[in-house]
Every structure is written in C-alpha cells, then in structure tokens.
C-alpha cells in the first residue's frame, strides 16, 4: 500500500522467512528470530526483534502465527510457542504437500493441509 521497503540485517545466511500480519520469523542456520511490528503506527514498517529461539531446526517449511511457529516436516508438524518449548506434534501416516496458515483469533489460527 504505501511502497516502502525495509531492510533487516541479520548478518547470516537466511534459509526460511515466515510472515503474518504483524509478525515475520526468520530462520538462521543456529537460531530463529521473531519480529513485530511496532503498533505505534501501522503503516510504519520498523520490525522490532520480538523472540530468539536458540536451536538449530531442519524443517521442510516454517510458518509463524500470532503465538507460535509451525514446523513441518515431511510426516510431522510441530507447533513451538515463541519460547522455543514443543506445544504440540501431529505425526501423519502420509507427506505432507501443502500447509497453508488460515486466519483465525490470536492463538486459534487454523491451518489447511494436504496430504
């Protein structure tokens, strides 16, 4: 809408970047971090480091939700909170193909998957 860009120096190799609304996680070889948006002004785009979970994660595709991030693997998603602990873990008989994060109220976001 207002065409800005911004620019956020992580100064490491970037593998995976996850948005949502306010939120973007990025994920380093050794850590992932999770930015807000300050909500002084929404059209003011200064991401803000939020939470740095310390772990080294090989997932297949990362999405972040208001609370937490979601990790996918090739039969399994976890659901980590931003403090880096495992909420939740579904493992699935089938690959997982498509994930697709659904909006929903903070902390019932649904996703859609395909098998």
């Given at each position: 809408?207002?065409e800005?860009?911004v620019?956020?120096?992580c100064?490491?190799y970037?593998?995976?970047?996850?948005?949502?609304?306010?939120?973007?996680?990025?994920?380093l070889p050794?850590?992932?971090i999770?930015?807000?948006i300050q909500p002084d002004d929404?059209?003011?785009?200064k991401?803000?480091?939020?939470?740095?979970i310390?772990?080294r994660?090989?997932?297949?595709?990362?999405?972040?939700?208001?609370?937490?991030l979601?990790?996918?693997?090739?039969?399994?998603?976890q659901?980590?909170?931003?403090?880096?602990?495992l909420t939740?873990?579904?493992?699935?008989?089938s690959?997982?193909?498509?994930?697709?994060?659904?909006?929903?109220?903070?902390?019932?976001e649904?996703?859609l998957?395909?098998?």
């Open positions: 809408m207002t800005t860009r620019k956020i120096r100064r490491d970037i593998k995976k970047i996850a948005i949502y609304k306010d939120r973007l996680a990025v994920q050794e850590k992932i999770i930015y807000a929404p059209f003011d785009m991401y803000k480091a939020h939470k740095k310390n772990k994660i090989d997932c297949n595709n990362l999405f972040v939700t208001s609370q937490n979601v990790l996918v693997f090739e039969k399994k998603i659901l980590l909170a931003f403090t880096g602990i939740k873990e579904w493992i699935l008989e690959f997982i193909r498509y994930v697709k994060v659904i909006s929903g109220p903070p902390k019932k649904s996703l998957v395909g098998l």
